[in-house]
């Protein structure tokens, strides 16, 4: 897909947005926007690439993700070839190649400016291991948890939480597991969310997309209208109010660590102590990062929404 650059230097004081993104000239009335989001590895470029037929999103083999910025992938849909499915793969908290507030302003940033050019999301797939129970580890949780406040619970009804990696487990052990999967779901499925099993076919693929296709589009997210109609920053959007209490826990919880392993010493504990220290001063910088940021304003002049959220009567944020 053609996009627009938007210029590569950044000068660190906020978030780049993404570099790459939908132009108005892009998006067709007609297309159906999904992002694909989820954990590191947890297989979305993997579910891209079965529904677009060919290997087009980058694959990851190790702990490293590949995606750090957003991508988009067209597809048309097999029963109706009029209409153009536009896949968005995302880039997850956790990364390797960029921090976890940077992650977010550029998913604010996509967010923001499809919003500026009144393209609506259809809905939103959100993939989660089966070869996992619950969320495991704090790249799952903070993923999981940030992606809800991103959203907003009116926008639960076009949620696909989908299953994947299948073949990993056998299958009632897979079945327990989906089970345990719904209790920790139940607010979102209670509230309109469906499960759905991604079991790497096309058919299961497909299957997933459908389901998105029953609902009506979006007309907003909780994030587009703290950031645009009441004109928040990130730091003090829901979503970025939750990165920044994780973020202190991090702090409290890497401070307490270190003081332990200081008491207790010993040259065993040596790297231990490096990484802690490596964790609370790579925490700490992300706190002064967050507060610095004021939502891209280059890319809200940018994208023309500072005349958008003139036109907008100023409304609190759900």
Request: with cysteine; aromatic share 6%; glycine share 6%.
């Amino acid at each position: 897909m053609t996009g627009v650059k938007l210029p590569k230097k950044w000068n660190g004081k906020e978030p780049r947005p993404l570099e790459t993104v939908l132009t108005q000239r892009d998006i067709q009335s007609s297309d159906i926007i999904i992002p694909v989001m989820g954990p590191s590895g947890v297989g979305k470029s993997t579910f891209i690439n079965t529904l677009v037929g060919t290997s087009q999103a980058k694959v990851g083999h190790n702990l490293e993700c590949c995606t750090v910025n957003t991508q988009d992938f067209i597809v048309t849909h097999p029963k109706d070839p009029d209409r153009r499915i536009i896949l968005v793969d995302t880039p997850s908290f956790g990364n390797a190649s960029v921090n976890d507030v940077e992650v977010l302003g550029r998913i604010c940033g996509w967010l923001v400016h499809l919003y500026g050019n009144n393209s609506q999301i259809s809905g939103f797939i959100y993939l989660h291991p089966i070869s996992q129970t619950r969320m495991v580890g704090p790249s799952a949780t903070k993923d999981f948890t940030i992606f809800k406040k991103l959203c907003g619970d009116d926008a639960y009804p076009n949620v696909i939480l989908a299953t994947t990696k299948w073949s990993d487990v056998k299958e009632d052990m897979a079945k327990r597991r989906e089970e345990q999967l719904s209790s920790f779901w139940k607010d979102m499925v209670d509230n309109g969310s469906r499960m759905a099993q991604f079991r790497g076919t096309s058919d299961s693929a497909w299957a997933i997309v459908n389901l998105i296709l029953e609902r009506q589009p979006l007309q907003s997210l909780q994030i587009q209208r703290e950031l645009v109609d009441s004109q928040k920053s990130i730091p003090d959007t829901q979503a970025g109010g939750c990165l920044r209490d994780m973020l202190k826990d991090l702090v409290s919880l890497q401070k307490k660590n270190i003081a332990r392993l200081r008491k207790e010493g010993g040259d065993e504990l040596e790297q231990t102590l490096e990484d802690a220290e490596e964790q609370l001063r790579s925490a700490s910088s992300q706190l002064d990062q967050l507060k610095k940021v004021r939502l891209v304003r280059r890319v809200m002049s940018f994208v023309g929404l500072h005349r958008l959220s003139a036109s907008r009567p100023t409304t609190p944020a759900p």
